[in-house]
């Protein structure tokens, strides 16, 4: 799923706070940066102390820190955005849980048994789980969202994973050539066996799709305009502890106990939601406004550390910014990736190399994020631990370097700036999204070391883009973006598929070649179930994305969240925990 940054008016890269920016903190002899302050998300608490039997009673104040509102497709089959999955989370939930180090488990409302021998794997819906309007929820919703994910004029990032791919008969279906997904058997109201092509390791950790889908609640509704519904946007529905109320769209919502949950009766009598500037989200903590506030901005930590009544929390986000250089487009028809980097002004892997090695991230999360984020080398993320290329061979910062394969390259300067090999005009145009206090001097900083190697940048209109006009652009090939700058925040599955796969809605890039789709697959083969092929996959992965440079990565990130001491049970630790589960939060006096 896409993470959302957070519009301001754009000021010319030599303004003084981002020319500032880019100089201060770069030398290891700067007086400033020895003293600077520097933090390790590991010291940080990830539960709460305030931890026990919560009382019946009281609502929960929760502020979620951006400048753009929420999209509000409030349906897990259909949203595309962090901040619309945030508000889902607080009314609806996954019917598989994970553990601590994202596998599967059965402790959610829907279970699982694989059976090996003829490669299916047999659902069944636990009895008494009822939507928010009074239904009882079965296996019919489970299967639901296959049906609706496949269907033709589904329009979602969502249908590209082992979970459906590998499913018999769901690419029959999808292409509208059969009318029913033929790997799917009910067995009864609460029981259907799936039969895969084969039983890849990613249907454990993130394949197996985690949601169901309210059918009933979408009755006489075309799939076209489910997601533009008033079913979608203004009365969702789902199957967690709470229930929405009421909507202010992109702005709030409010929520109140779910008494029918399954699990149990939630603690709290209900929360209310609001979507709150990061300028003014530390002040409102302060003055007890909020009890908790997501998306809460790392740089202003340490402005704020010691605010009285507030503990902190941290861990490791599932999250990475990077560099995107857009070599293709969108095949409509083909619906898949159509590669052609010798059309794209990117498509020169030496042109990459040389931005990467231009650009100083390790300085970057010091100076902008106080160690918060730091410096990002590869694509598969310490968040999976196990799979993840610590020695990873990347251009490092070297701006002679990056001079030098420029220089090689016939990127010659023409005046101020370097012109292509073939002596033409060379401008790229480079799209930051809006946000915060540190958005504008992060986009200078990365125009600024781009320029310093003579490589005419500029921000593409020449001004941050909004979250929503950011991802337009991006997702319709827009000619006005060269190279791009985001995050993306990763499921369980270690497998990257979702990102890079040449079918794939969210690759971005649109970068698809023979060898890639050769090394995905890999991740997914039989024998990838034995977990050293399947690390073996992911590091020869990540040196051929290395190679060619698609994207290059350059922060990873800590979540760090305050919370109010008197919530209690609150956690941002890994995995399913019953005694830190919503249901079980509650306040204190």
Same mark, same amino acid.
């Given at each position: 799923m896409k993470t959302k940054f957070l519009k301001r008016k754009f000021i010319a890269p030599l303004s003084g706070v981002g020319l500032s920016l880019l100089l201060i903190g770069i030398s290891s002899n700067d007086t400033h940066a020895q003293e600077h302050q520097v933090y390790n998300f590991e010291d940080f608490q990830k539960t709460v102390s305030n931890v026990g039997d919560a009382?019946?009673?009281?609502?929960?104040?929760?502020?979620?820190?951006?400048?753009t509102p929420?999209?509000?497709?409030?349906?897990?089959?259909?949203?595309?955005?962090?901040?619309?999955?945030? #508000?889902?989370?607080?009314?609806?939930? %996954?019917? $598989?849980?994970?553990?601590?180090?994202?596998?599967?488990?059965?402790?959610?409302?829907?279970?699982f048994e694989i059976n090996e021998d003829d490669n299916t794997v047999t659902f069944t819906m636990r009895e008494g789980v009822y939507w928010h309007d009074g239904h009882e929820a079965d296996i019919h919703d489970y299967i639901a969202a296959y049906y609706l994910i496949g269907h033709e004029d589904y329009t979602g990032p969502r249908g590209g994973t082992p979970g459906f791919t590998l499913l018999k008969g769901f690419s029959e279906y999808s292409t509208g050539d059969a009318d029913e997904i033929s790997g799917i058997e009910v067995i009864d109201d609460y029981t259907a066996v799936f039969s895969y092509e084969e039983l890849a390791p990613s249907l454990i950790s993130g394949g197996f799709w985690q949601y169901i889908f309210a059918e009933h609640y979408y009755e006489g509704i075309e799939v076209a305009d489910m997601f533009e519904a008033d079913e979608t946007r203004i009365n969702p529905i789902g199957i967690g502890p709470f229930? #929405?109320?009421n909507i202010v769209p992109g702005e709030s919502v409010t929520f109140e106990r779910f008494d029918d949950y *399954? @699990?149990?009766?939630?603690?709290?009598?209900?929360?209310?939601?609001?979507?709150?500037? %990061?300028?003014?989200?530390?002040?409102?903590?302060?003055n007890g406004d909020y009890d908790i506030a997501r998306g809460f901005p790392a740089e202003q930590y340490k402005d704020?550390?010691?605010? =009285?009544?507030?503990?902190? $929390?941290?861990?490791?986000?599932?999250?990475?910014?990077? #560099?995107?250089?857009?070599?293709?487009? *969108?095949? =409509?028809?083909?619906?898949?990736?159509?590669?052609?980097?010798? =059309? /794209?002004? /990117?498509?020169d892997v030496n042109l990459r190399r040389a931005? *990467?090695?231009? #650009?100083?991230?390790?300085?970057?999360?010091? @100076?902008?994020?106080d160690g918060l984020r730091w410096r990002a080398d590869s694509l598969i993320l310490p968040y999976h631990e196990a799979f993840h290329n610590e020695n990873l061979e990347v251009p490092q910062y070297d701006p002679e370097a990056a001079n030098a394969i420029l220089d090689e390259a016939g990127y010659e300067y023409d005046g101020d700036f370097r012109t292509t090999p073939d002596g033409e005009e060379l401008k790229i145009n480079f799209a930051s999204m809006s946000g915060g206090d540190i958005a504008e001097p992060m986009a200078n900083y990365f125009i600024q070391s781009w320029r310093a190697i003579g490589l005419d940048v500029s921000l593409t209109n020449n001004r941050l883009l909004e979250f929503n006009t950011f991802f337009d652009l991006v997702e319709t090939d827009s000619e006005d973006i060269d190279v791009y700058m985001t995050a993306w925040t990763l499921g369980a599955d270690v497998d990257p598929t979702i990102f890079f796969g040449r079918d794939a809605g969210w690759n971005y890039p649109r970068f698809a070649t023979e060898e890639g789709d050769a090394l995905l697959r890999e991740f997914n083969v039989p024998e990838a179930m034995d977990v050293d092929y399947r690390v073996n996959a992911a590091y020869e992965w990540?040196?051929? /994305?290395?190679?060619?440079?698609?994207?290059?990565?350059?922060?990873?990130?800590?979540?760090?969240? %305050?919370?109010?001491e008197r919530v209690m049970n609150y956690s941002v630790e890994f995995g399913f925990n019953d005694d830190t589960a919503l249901y079980n939060i509650g306040v204190s006096e």
């Open positions: 009382e019946q009673g009281g609502i929960l104040n929760v502020a979620y820190a951006s400048d929420f999209l509000g497709t409030l349906n897990y089959n259909m949203f595309g955005g962090v901040p619309d999955s945030t #508000v889902i989370g607080y009314f609806d939930e %996954p019917v $598989l849980t994970t553990s601590a180090d994202q596998i599967y488990t059965n402790d959610g409302a829907l279970n229930q #929405v109320t *399954w @699990r149990g009766e939630p603690k709290l009598d209900g929360i209310n939601y609001n979507v709150v500037s %990061p300028a003014t989200v530390a002040n409102g903590m302060a704020v550390a010691d605010t =009285e009544g507030v503990e902190w $929390l941290a861990n490791l986000t599932s999250s990475y910014s990077y #560099v995107a250089f857009k070599l293709g487009e *969108w095949d =409509e028809d083909a619906d898949e990736v159509a590669y052609k980097p010798e =059309e /794209m002004k /990117m498509g931005m *990467w090695h231009a #650009v100083d991230t390790a300085s970057v999360g010091e @100076r902008f994020y990540q040196e051929y /994305m290395a190679e060619e440079i698609p994207v290059f990565p350059t922060l990873y990130s800590a979540s760090i969240t %305050p919370v109010n």
